[in-house]
């Protein structure tokens, strides 16, 4: 068991570090030492007049992901090598959320395929009533600095014409991705003018160093970033008092299991339409802001790339595309690859790569793996699923397959088999 505090009052932490009842201690807060890094504060108060709903959802989703960072798995485990947290969290509202505790432990395990337990204690009130000028705008969508989020804001702002108006809410940790959503977002105000496109870029991640100094475990998966992501996104669009959209092919949100013991491990459950589905059933039960979609969610990664070459034609869906980034292995700038690299050999690369070639755009990214002076040898090696994808590939989805993934009412099985079907044969454009 691993026993996590997120705290948002320094009191409370400072009490729990003499009580000696958990294992780590998180603390957000902007105005004493933190161990959360980020211009953004626990009251959201940057962003605007947040629902309390809505503002505990980030608060737990902040400690949930700096929690996930903070235990490394075991490797060579099936199961996702699962680990077991228990996290206590300040929140506005812990009798509201208690109520509903049960349905968000499964969530979240469903999410990091972990086993979460997680309660809650009262936070104090808001310290400071200063409030932030809400945003505006007709949609909210969350913009990663992937293809799919790029994809999805050009096809929206498009469709949407000129004098419409659009908030991109991102989020980034490491700071390397910071500028990548900005050279998009000069690319996509470039590609459908005369429209208002606002961004709203949060940085938020937890520290290297706990509050004595000493420094944390680290977990490069992350599997649980998704849901203070769309947290955050979801409070921008309650503060627009919009719609918040989730840009995502829905071939990699069914997460096809890629073989018979690892239950899709080589890929992630972000945009999951059962995952999405009890999110949004859920905070909207507690009173919540959960107005959110996923427009793409039948469409295959490939599919998508057509909308965006059917609105500003090939030649310029190249290079825009092309800037995004879909790779997991973000470490491998620590090699000194050049900026924008990707390793071109794991899951999100090799989806992209066979996008690509089913649209019928050219690949203009940089793929450490198509590299020729050997230097990136030993890391593709070592991050490589292509054998694994071949395989799949191979097999394809069938019946047996789909009955393995949880769908959500109202999901039939026929649609999941013909979309797993169809993605399996854009990959098969790339494996011939």
């Given at each position: 068991?691993?026993?996590?505090?997120?705290?948002?009052?320094?009191?409370?932490?400072?009490?729990?570090?003499?009580?000696?009842?958990?294992?780590?201690?998180?603390?957000?807060?902007?105005?004493?030492?933190?161990?959360?890094?980020?211009?953004?504060?626990?009251?959201?108060?940057?962003?605007?007049?947040?629902?309390?709903?809505?503002?505990?959802?980030?608060?737990?989703?902040?400690?949930?992901?700096?929690?996930?960072?903070?235990?490394?798995?075991?490797?060579?485990?099936?199961?996702?090598?699962?680990?077991?947290?228990?996290?206590?969290?300040?929140?506005?509202?812990?009798?509201?959320?208690?109520?509903?505790?049960?349905?968000?432990?499964?969530?979240?395990?469903?999410?990091?395929?972990?086993?979460?337990?997680?309660?809650?204690?009262?936070?104090?009130?808001?310290?400071?009533?200063?409030?932030?000028?809400?945003?505006?705008?007709?949609?909210?969508?969350?913009?990663?600095?992937?293809?799919?989020?790029?994809?999805?804001?050009?096809?929206?702002?498009?469709?949407?014409?000129?004098?419409?108006?659009?908030?991109?809410?991102?989020?980034?940790?490491?700071?390397?991705?910071?500028?990548?959503?900005?050279?998009?977002?000069?690319?996509?105000?470039?590609?459908?003018?005369?429209?208002?496109?606002?961004?709203?870029?949060?940085?938020?991640?937890?520290?290297?160093?706990?509050?004595?100094?000493?420094?944390?475990?680290?977990?490069?998966?992350?599997?649980?970033?998704?849901?203070?992501f769309i947290a955050?996104g979801l409070a921008?669009?309650?503060?627009?008092?919009?719609?918040?959209?989730?840009?995502?092919?829905?071939f990699a949100s069914?997460?096809?299991?890629?073989?018979?013991?690892?239950?899709?491990?080589?890929?992630?459950?972000?945009?999951?339409?059962?995952?999405?589905?009890?999110?949004?059933?859920?905070?909207?039960?507690?009173?919540?802001?959960?107005?959110?979609?996923?427009?793409?969610?039948?469409?295959?990664?490939?599919?998508?790339?057509?909308?965006?070459?059917?609105?500003?034609?090939?030649?310029?869906?190249?290079?825009?595309?092309?800037?995004?980034?879909?790779?997991?292995?973000?470490?491998?700038?620590?090699?000194?690859?050049?900026?924008?690299?990707?390793?071109?050999?794991?899951?999100?690369?090799?989806?992209?790569?066979?996008?690509?070639?089913?649209?019928?755009?050219?690949?203009?990214?940089?793929?450490?793996?198509?590299?020729?002076?050997?230097?990136?040898?030993?890391?593709?090696?070592?991050?490589?699923?292509?054998?694994?994808?071949?395989?799949?590939?191979?097999?394809?989805?069938?019946?047996?397959?789909?009955?393995?993934?949880?769908?959500?009412?109202?999901?039939?099985?026929?649609?999941?088999?013909?979309?797993?079907?169809?993605?399996?044969?854009?990959?098969?454009?790339?494996?011939?």
């Amino acid at each position: 068991m691993n026993r996590f505090l997120v705290a948002v009052a320094e009191s409370t932490a400072s009490q729990a570090a003499e009580d000696d009842r958990f294992d780590e201690i998180l603390l957000w807060t902007l105005d004493a030492p933190s161990t959360f890094m980020g211009a953004v504060d626990p009251y959201l108060k940057q962003i605007g007049n947040i629902n309390p709903v809505n503002l505990d959802l980030a608060r737990v989703a902040a400690g949930v992901l700096a929690a996930d960072r903070s235990v490394p798995r075991r490797w060579g485990g099936s199961d996702w090598n699962a680990r077991t947290f228990e996290i206590t969290v300040q929140v506005a509202e812990p009798e509201r959320w208690s109520a509903a505790v049960d349905d968000l432990n499964a969530l979240i395990s469903f999410l990091s395929g972990d086993h979460w337990t997680i309660q809650f204690i009262q936070a104090p009130e808001c310290p400071d009533a200063a409030l932030a000028v809400p945003q505006t705008g007709q949609r909210a969508l969350l913009f990663s600095g992937g293809a799919d989020s790029a994809a999805g804001a050009l096809v929206s702002a498009i469709d949407m014409g000129p004098g419409s108006s659009q908030t991109l809410v991102s989020h980034y940790g490491p700071s390397f991705l910071a500028p990548l959503q900005r050279r998009l977002l000069g690319n996509l105000r470039t590609l459908a003018p005369n429209r208002t496109i606002q961004h709203v870029q949060v940085h938020l991640n937890r520290g290297s160093q706990r509050l004595d100094g000493t420094r944390f475990h680290d977990e490069p998966s992350t599997r649980s970033r998704s849901l203070l992501f769309i947290a955050l996104g979801l409070a921008v669009a309650d503060s627009m008092g919009t719609q918040l959209w989730i840009a995502e092919n829905g071939f990699a949100s069914l997460n096809p299991p890629l073989g018979a013991d690892r239950r899709g491990s080589l890929s992630t459950r972000t945009t999951h339409p059962w995952y999405l589905f009890h999110l949004q059933e859920l905070i909207t039960r507690l009173g919540g802001h959960a107005d959110l979609t996923n427009p793409f969610r039948d469409l295959t990664k490939g599919e998508m790339f057509r909308e965006v070459s059917a609105r500003i034609g090939p030649d310029a869906a190249a290079p825009f595309l092309s800037e995004s980034n879909s790779c997991a292995h973000t470490h491998a700038r620590f090699l000194k690859a050049p900026a924008g690299s990707s390793c071109g050999v794991c899951f999100g690369c090799l989806v992209r790569r066979a996008a690509f070639i089913a649209a019928d755009i050219a690949d203009q990214t940089h793929y450490l793996c198509l590299d020729t002076t050997g230097r990136y040898d030993t890391f593709i090696a070592g991050v490589s699923i292509v054998e694994q994808m071949r395989d799949f590939v191979a097999r394809g989805v069938t019946p047996t397959s789909v009955m393995a993934m949880s769908l959500p009412d109202g999901y039939s099985a026929s649609a999941a088999l013909d979309l797993g079907q169809r993605g399996v044969e854009e990959l098969k454009g790339l494996f011939r």
